[in-house]
């Protein structure tokens, strides 16, 4: 008797479900997020168990001139190595004292004729091992460390005054100890128990970003030198060459805190590559990486401007119609350079340009998520931060011209941004006062915060257009540039009220908008955590106090920032526009004129849900493009009374930008109201684009892009791809597609010329012929948060162009389908084993009845699969899916008979299959579309015959991917 295998085949399609709201979800408070910007390299950080590391100087004997060294800062002659200076009050005032038994190691020979600061004793060497070691002694608290090298030589048979290796001296494990930390140690236990808080560690001080002068990989600091101050090739500022970056890591991955870097000034492609890739493998994989540009470019004071301005410079030498130099503002009349325009868009553009490479080392994935680019600028000057991102929008988002194939918003690239969190607007008659006293000191700062709050709120404006998170990288009470004496402003540092103040200082940050705030932790600083008279190990003062108790408390203040919706916005009470400079103050129009129109809103959401935007009362004649958070949600046109929905909004600081794409229009009021298409709001960035300079999709690309939506009227322009002319060009929009609700929904394309659409795998338009503009319609049911497979296809003969896809869905208006849910073509792996049936025959692939490997008619290669026999099959059980996922399989298959007998099908995935007949006696590709249940991680896809007929389905060439 013939066995004959059961498999399910779908009776009908799974019925349209009645499309319901979602509702509001509670959202749990945020907590305080904080950071620190750590200790440097210094003496008084007590950073390195290895007090060689720190500030060393390595002089010619009786001089203070720099002796001679080898490529890891060893010396290379004899020579006087300077560890300490104990006279030197700065240091004293903030180093604990230097009590202890240090231990002493080199390589090679030495003698010590004298030695500061201690006594040397039981000095041996071992000729073994050609190491010498010895104890040093320090019974004093502020002695001047140094020693004598002479007679040096680096192995037996090295000339005298060769200099010696891998010098290290260890300190004590704690003041007056006589036992000192082992070699292989690397921090201090103070310097970890002082940065054991907050969740990110900032290294600017620790990696000398302030004047860094590394330009190659080769010229980076690296963990086997001496010293992490003096560099053999000089060219670094009063902190040196700063640290390896090995060291940050480990600091991080030891405290389990994310990573902030400082990319230097300089550095090439090649060096912030390999930047990346040294985080990628060495930082734990739980932990995040800020990714800065050097340190306050804007800072007249640092050389960091100059190094930047003479780049900029070189950039337009070089090519003077380079992209900072677009429209030539980046010169001035005289043929000099406009600092004030080409610092602040170099520094965006070389931003944008880190971005991509650590993007190319972790994937697009890890980006905004794992890995967050920033762009920190100054908070009491809004130029730096204004001109740089419009430059950014106008050229790299296509926001003035067709500057880039693939435009993308800033937020493709950038994570945070804003300025530092500094106290603002401290009354000048206390900071000016040569008498003042503590008890004034400390009064002066009820008078701040109204613009201390403000001047916060003015970078939220920015970051919250844009779609950023406002990141504060350095902050704090500030007490420095005052006029009174250094006893009153000590004792105010001190003082039990400074931790209300502190406090006050971050919540009024974080009321502004806020994200992170990074507070400077410093010692003998006037900005940090510690005042001027603590070492490192104090853990007790105020400013601590304060920061311990907010990194423990459960929540943080909410924002009071923008305006709070629902509401009616007047036009003329915008944060920000395109102008850079402008803020609105008054309840008018707003016209909209110009090429370049755009105003921003900062706006607050304390209910959490779907919110919609329309424009009452405009007048003119435009399209204006809607964004919310940096992403598209769609287009209005006016005069017309549309609706666009803003999605599913969670608490907190949202901001919406208005862009005129077309004509001229009046503003009168922006009206946010709570309801409409709400549901799922997806994190896409769009569709790929692949066009082609023909009609018919055929031959090689001409180019391809990722396209935030499908919303072209090119009219007798052509789409901005490089060898695609105006007319006889087609392209094809690829991808997937996220549903918001449940329920049915209706695609629309507006096209002109020929057009075509699939969803989930189902023809919905199909209009492929010379045509002037036409809307062609489709209906189809989908889920709420699935994604989609979607294509569309377009060709243009001649005349005008246009290629649009819309949706309209219960709630949602008929609207460009918005970018956040619209995702690119991933290459993802065909989960088929033996798919084309090469390998093995048929390994992998089961069946019941007459199935079998067969010699003739493969598609491609020499191998196909065939069912013959009624109730026959050949399927394959894949394994590993992931759940509530959807799938899309696609194969090759031709039939004997061609009426509709035989099928390809999907079961046993946790939903109702789904299966599609063969009707044709050639080869045609057939493709099935579904989602895993909530808990199913299996399923099986094949082919067969239904009603037991003897029809001959030949199949090859199978694909399975997760959409």
Same mark, same amino acid.
């Given at each position: ?20 709201? *979602? ?48 490529? @890891? ?118 310097? =970890? ?7 990110? =560690? ?33 060219? %670094? ?113 070389? !931003? ?39 430059? =950014? ?8 011209? @067709? ?177 850079? %400079? ?43 493009? *809607? ?10 046109? !006016? ?325």
């Amino acid at each position: 008797t013939q066995h004959r295998s059961r498999f399910l085949i779908a009776a009908a399609m799974l019925a349209a479900t009645l499309a319901t709201s *979602v509702p509001a979800q509670a959202q749990a408070p945020p907590k305080y997020n904080l950071g620190i910007s750590i200790s440097g390299n210094d003496y008084g950080a007590r950073t390195w168990t290895n007090m060689a590391k720190a500030d060393s100087r390595l002089w010619i004997p009786g001089t203070t001139n720099d002796a001679p060294m080898d490529a @890891n800062s060893y010396p290379t002659t004899d020579c006087d190595i300077f560890l300490f200076d104990g006279g030197y009050a700065q240091n004293v005032s903030r180093m604990g004292s230097l009590r202890g038994t240090y231990k002493l190691y080199f390589t090679g020979q030495a003698d010590i004729p004298s030695v500061g600061g201690g006594t040397l004793q039981n000095k041996q060497y071992d000729a073994g091992t050609n190491l010498t070691t010895a104890d040093y002694v320090v019974t004093t608290d502020y002695p001047s460390i140094s020693f004598a090298l002479r007679n040096t030589r680096r192995t037996a048979t090295s000339a005298v005054g060769s200099g010696v290796t891998n010098f290290k001296l260890m300190r004590p494990v704690f003041i007056g100890s006589t036992v000192s930390y082992a070699t292989d140690t690397v921090f201090t236990t103070e310097y =970890l128990a002082a940065h054991n808080r907050g969740n990110v =560690l900032r290294m600017m001080d620790l990696v000398s970003a302030n004047g860094n002068a590394q330009r190659e990989w080769s010229s980076r600091r690296r963990p086997e030198e001496m010293t992490y101050y003096n560099a053999p090739e000089g060219g %670094y500022g009063w902190q040196g060459k700063g640290a390896p970056w090995e060291s940050c890591i480990l600091l991080c991955n030891t405290l389990n805190k994310d990573l902030w870097i400082n990319v230097p000034t300089y550095a090439s492609d090649d060096y912030v590559r390999q930047l990346a890739r040294l985080i990628k493998t060495n930082l734990n994989p739980g932990l995040n990486v800020y990714v800065e540009y050097s340190n306050e470019i804007w800072n007249f004071g640092f050389s960091q401007f100059n190094q930047v301005n003479g780049l900029a410079a070189a950039d337009i030498q070089a090519n003077p119609s380079t992209s900072i130099n677009f429209d030539g503002a980046c010169v001035n009349g005289d043929g000099t350079i406009n600092s004030s325009t080409a610092v602040p868009r170099f520094w965006a553009r070389r !931003v944008l340009q880190i971005s991509d490479i650590f993007r190319s080392e972790f994937g697009d994935a890890a980006m905004m998520t794992r890995v967050r680019p920033l762009f920190e600028t100054q908070s009491a000057w809004q130029t730096w931060i204004a001109s740089g991102m419009i430059f =950014l929008d106008i050229y790299y988002n296509n926001g003035a011209g @067709n500057f880039v194939a693939t435009p993308r918003p800033i937020s493709y690239y950038i994570w945070g941004g804003g300025g530092a969190g500094y106290v603002s607007g401290y009354p000048e008659a206390v900071k000016n006062n040569p008498s003042a006293t503590t008890d004034s000191i400390i009064g002066g700062y009820s008078q701040i915060w109204p613009e201390h709050y403000q001047t916060m709120a003015n970078d939220t404006y920015w970051c919250s257009v844009f779609g950023l998170k406002r990141v504060a990288y350095e902050a704090g009470t500030g007490l420095d540039d005052f006029a009174g004496p250094d006893s009153a402003i000590q004792t105010a540092q001190r003082d039990p009220r400074m931790q209300a103040i502190y406090q006050r200082t971050a919540d009024e940050f974080f009321k502004a908008g806020g994200e992170l705030y990074v507070t400077f932790l410093g010692v003998n600083s006037a900005h940090g955590l510690l005042p001027f008279d603590s070492v490192i190990g104090t853990q007790s003062r105020p400013k601590q106090l304060s920061f311990d108790a907010m990194a423990a408390a459960a929540s943080r203040p909410a924002p009071t920032v923008g305006v709070l919706v629902p509401a009616v916005i007047p036009a003329g009470r915008f944060n920000i526009r395109e102008n850079g %400079y402008s803020v609105g103050n008054n309840d008018n129009p707003v016209s909209l004129n110009d090429g370049y129109s755009w105003l921003g809103y900062t706006m607050r959401v304390e209910t959490a849900g779907s919110y919609t935007l329309s424009l009452p009362g405009a007048s003119g004649t435009a399209a204006l493009r *809607v964004e919310i958070d940096g992403k598209i949600a769609g287009s209005l046109a !006016v005069p017309g009374s549309g609706t666009v929905s803003l999605g599913n909004l969670g608490t907190g600081v949202h901001g919406i930008r208005l862009v005129k794409t077309s004509g001229t229009v009046s503003v009168v009021s922006l009206d946010v109201r709570a309801g409409g298409g709400g549901g799922t709001v997806g994190t896409g960035t769009g569709l790929t684009g692949t066009y082609f300079a023909n009609k018919t999709l055929t031959g090689a690309a001409t180019g391809s892009r990722t396209d935030a939506t499908v919303d072209f009227d090119w009219g007798t322009d052509n789409p901005g791809i490089s060898g695609i002319g105006i007319d006889n060009f087609s392209a094809r929009w690829e991808g997937s597609v996220q549903a918001p609700v449940t329920g049915s929904y209706t695609f629309t394309t507006t096209s002109d010329d020929g057009v075509r659409l699939w969803v989930n795998g189902t023809q919905l338009v199909n209009n492929w012929t010379d045509h002037a503009a036409t809307d062609n319609s489709g209906t189809i049911t989908l889920t709420a948060g699935t994604k989609y497979a979607i294509k569309m296809e377009y060709f243009e003969s001649g005349g005008g162009a246009i290629a649009r896809l819309n949706w309209a869905y219960l709630g949602q208006a008929r609207q460009a389908i918005p970018q956040t849910q619209l995702y690119p073509q991933q290459n993802r792996p065909n989960l088929i084993t033996n798919p084309g049936y090469e390998n093995g025959g048929l390994s992998g692939w089961l069946g019941g009845g007459n199935y079998a490997l067969v010699t003739t008619g493969a598609r491609t290669g020499t191998n196909a699969g065939q069912v013959d026999g009624g109730y026959s099959s050949l399927y394959q059980a894949v394994s590993g899916l992931k759940p509530n996922t959807s799938y899309t399989f696609t194969v090759w298959a031709m039939a004997s008979d061609t009426s509709g007998r035989v099928v390809v099908f999907a079961q046993n995935f946790g939903g109702t299959s789904v299966s599609r007949t063969v009707t044709s006696a050639g080869y045609t590709q057939s493709t099935l579309t579904f989602t895993t249940g909530a808990t199913n991680t299996s399923a099986q896809v094949g082919c067969g015959e239904l009603n037991g007929s003897a029809t001959t389905i030949t199949v090859d060439d199978w694909t399975l991917t997760e959409n």
